[in-house]
């Protein structure tokens, strides 16, 4: 393995070495496959893509199953036009509904239905078994605690520190 420094100009690009592409390709392989083992067995036992499902638990653990429009979107990291058109699909199938915010004449409210929260009580021991067969079953205690650790390293040098960022979930 080699430790030398690699030196770099200033508008050289700092290319990945190769073991980085590796782990860098095998990160890209498996989000993508695990996001679409938990979409189709979301899709197979409820009808939903993993997105709506996230939607539904993140205002089913919210304050009287309640959420301003934009706090959910900024949740789910979703623009708030993708936002709307899931949340139309979600009340089509009466699990959740929309209320007007009393104090903002523009801001709405997502609100998990009695049968939204029956559908995800419904549906969570088969999403709980589909993510841990898929994640944890095959990692050691010790692996489940350093990819938390990773993740957590990773998102939070991802979240803007600027006031005005130009995120998809605040357009």
């Excluded at 390709?25 to 496959?33: F, P």
């Excluded at 309640?66 to 990291?77: D, G, I, P, S, V």
């Excluded at 199938?93 to 004449?105: L, M, Q, T, Y």
């Excluded at 040098?157 to 979930?169: I, N, S």
């Amino acid at each position: 393995m080699n430790t030398a420094p690699i030196s770099h100009s200033a508008d050289e690009p700092r290319w990945l070495t190769a073991e980085e592409q590796l782990v860098w390709r095998s990160y890209i392989e498996a989000a993508t496959l695990l996001e679409d083992h938990l979409d189709r067995q979301l899709q197979r036992d409820a009808g939903m893509p993993h997105v709506y499902y996230g939607l539904l638990v993140k205002l089913a653990e919210s304050p009287r199953r309640r959420l301003r429009m934009t706090e959910l979107a900024r949740y789910a990291k979703i623009t708030r036009s993708r936002l709307s058109h899931a949340i139309a699909r979600l009340e089509k199938n009466g699990w959740v509904r929309r209320e007007d915010c009393p104090s903002d004449k523009r801001g709405q409210f997502a609100v998990l239905t009695d049968e939204g929260h029956e559908v995800l009580r419904r549906t969570a021991p088969g999403h709980v078994n589909a993510v841990r067969q898929a994640l944890f079953d095959r990692l050691t205690p010790e692996q489940q605690k350093s990819l938390g650790e990773i993740m957590r390293i990773v998102a939070e040098g991802l979240q803007p520190r600027e006031a005005g960022a130009d995120l998809p979930w605040l357009r």
